[in-house]
């Protein structure tokens, strides 16, 4: 959601810097309708059918977030100064702070991730100055202190994922953001640094595509089977205590599931770099909407709360999910043929704001 996109109307044979960033929407895309799949209904695992309905679930969001990083990256290394960029990005970030902690008041039953966005856009202020394998490095230390620190806090008392609200006091709002939450900060912050990483490499190296796909495959394939042997021998342990480190269940904050999830992350981003120049007459609808991220992810809340929160019901809860969902690809198609950046994206781009920082320089 923050890159600055391609043309509306792209060409039939688009620069090979435009089908880049397509791809990416497109993968960002594909990440918002797997976060739509879990909040507009039920979690449950009982039977093949929820088993395949909810994969999303634990990956959806960390696609979201790695995309993020890599977004941030694309964005900071704009032709736009450092002196211009920054008030830019601080106002992206309130944003995001502000508006999620809205929006948790509205839905309190399904969290609201752009909270943990607004920090993690921050935060980048200080990242974007390691170099790449510094960030490889913080990733890597974080993917082991992250869940420490957060199982630590755990185990004494009563773990709660509730996200802050507006109206919060300051301390609890950023207890919450950074241990207590559904998205803490803490462990979060691992996808976004690896995003950040992967933005800054060549993403037309075929190679390197490859590289994510088979590589993204096997990390979420291995670490899902370890994850899944591991609570299985550890048995009614692996639902408390330290213990937990060693088990990868979704959104368990636990490093077996950041592996897993940021490896599926990793498969579909090489994926849709690496087929959309096969598959993008078809799949633009699906750019579109990841180009109106921000707005669409929005809006489904607001339909959620609409709806006076998650639908139970499977024999419900799908062909509505699937009609929002044809819904957003067609409103987003013809937003972006005919007007080009969402509503809420043009908040984010705060055209103003980087004149009078212009103007100020």
């Given at each position: 959601m923050?890159?600055a996109?391609?043309s509306?109307?792209?060409?039939?044979?688009?620069p090979?810097?435009t089908?880049r960033?397509?791809?990416?929407?497109?993968?960002?895309?594909?990440?918002?309708?797997?976060?739509?799949?879990?909040?507009?209904?039920?979690?449950?695992?009982?039977?093949?059918f929820n088993?395949?309905?909810?994969?999303?679930?634990?990956?959806?969001?960390?696609?979201?977030?790695?995309?993020?990083?890599l977004?941030?990256?694309?964005?900071?290394?704009?032709?736009?100064?450092?002196?211009?960029?920054?008030p830019?990005?601080?106002?992206?970030?309130?944003i995001?702070?502000?508006?999620?902690l809205?929006?948790q008041?509205?839905?309190p039953a399904?969290?609201?991730?752009?909270?943990?966005?607004g920090?993690?856009?921050?935060?980048?202020?200080?990242?974007?100055r390691?170099p790449?394998?510094?960030l490889?490095?913080a990733?890597?230390?974080?993917?082991?202190i992250?869940?420490?620190?957060v199982?630590a806090?755990?185990?004494?008392g009563?773990h709660?994922?509730?996200?802050?609200t507006l109206?919060?006091?300051?301390?609890?709002?950023?207890?919450?953001?950074?241990?207590?939450?559904?998205?803490?900060?803490?462990v979060?912050?691992?996808p976004?640094?690896?995003?950040?990483?992967l933005?800054r490499?060549d993403?037309r190296?075929?190679?390197?595509?490859h590289r994510?796909v088979?590589?993204?495959a096997?990390?979420?394939?291995?670490?899902?089977?370890?994850?899944?042997?591991?609570a299985?021998m550890?048995?009614?342990?692996?639902?408390?205590g330290?213990?937990?480190?060693?088990?990868?269940?979704?959104?368990g904050?636990?490093?077996?599931?950041?592996?897993?999830?940021?490896?599926?992350a990793?498969?579909?981003?090489g994926?849709?770099?690496?087929l959309?120049?096969?598959?993008?007459?078809?799949?633009?609808p699906?750019?579109y909407?990841g180009?109106?991220a921000?707005?669409?992810?929005?809006a489904?809340?607001?339909?959620?709360?609409?709806?006076?929160?998650?639908?139970?019901?499977?024999?419900?809860?799908?062909?509505?999910?699937i009609?929002?969902?044809l819904?957003?690809?067609?409103?987003?198609t013809?937003?972006?043929?005919?007007?080009?950046?969402?509503?809420?994206?043009?908040?984010l781009?705060a055209?103003?704001?980087?004149?009078?920082?212009r103007?100020?320089?």
């Amino acid at each position: 959601m923050t890159e600055a996109h391609a043309s509306v109307s792209p060409p039939q044979s688009p620069p090979r810097h435009t089908t880049r960033l397509l791809a990416i929407d497109a993968a960002r895309g594909l990440a918002l309708i797997g976060m739509m799949m879990i909040n507009l209904g039920t979690v449950r695992s009982d039977g093949w059918f929820n088993k395949v309905w909810t994969l999303p679930f634990g990956r959806a969001s960390i696609l979201f977030v790695m995309l993020a990083g890599l977004g941030m990256s694309l964005f900071l290394s704009s032709r736009r100064s450092h002196a211009h960029r920054w008030p830019v990005l601080v106002w992206r970030a309130l944003i995001f702070l502000m508006l999620g902690l809205a929006l948790q008041v509205l839905t309190p039953a399904v969290s609201v991730i752009l909270p943990t966005y607004g920090v993690l856009f921050l935060g980048a202020l200080l990242w974007r100055r390691l170099p790449g394998r510094a960030l490889v490095a913080a990733a890597a230390a974080m993917l082991v202190i992250g869940p420490i620190v957060v199982l630590a806090h755990q185990i004494p008392g009563e773990h709660k994922t509730r996200m802050p609200t507006l109206g919060e006091s300051p301390g609890t709002i950023l207890h919450s953001l950074f241990l207590s939450g559904a998205y803490p900060l803490l462990v979060w912050v691992v996808p976004f640094l690896v995003g950040m990483w992967l933005g800054r490499q060549d993403l037309r190296n075929v190679a390197l595509q490859h590289r994510l796909v088979v590589g993204g495959a096997v990390a979420a394939a291995v670490a899902f089977v370890i994850g899944q042997a591991s609570a299985w021998m550890l048995g009614a342990r692996a639902d408390s205590g330290w213990a937990r480190l060693l088990t990868g269940a979704a959104h368990g904050q636990m490093p077996l599931w950041l592996v897993s999830s940021i490896g599926s992350a990793s498969f579909v981003v090489g994926s849709a770099l690496l087929l959309w120049p096969r598959m993008s007459k078809w799949a633009l609808p699906l750019a579109y909407v990841g180009q109106l991220a921000f707005t669409l992810y929005v809006a489904h809340f607001f339909f959620i709360a609409a709806m006076g929160g998650r639908i139970e019901s499977r024999l419900v809860g799908v062909p509505v999910t699937i009609a929002l969902v044809l819904l957003f690809a067609a409103a987003a198609t013809l937003w972006v043929r005919r007007w080009g950046t969402g509503p809420l994206e043009r908040v984010l781009r705060a055209t103003w704001l980087a004149n009078i920082a212009r103007g100020n320089a």
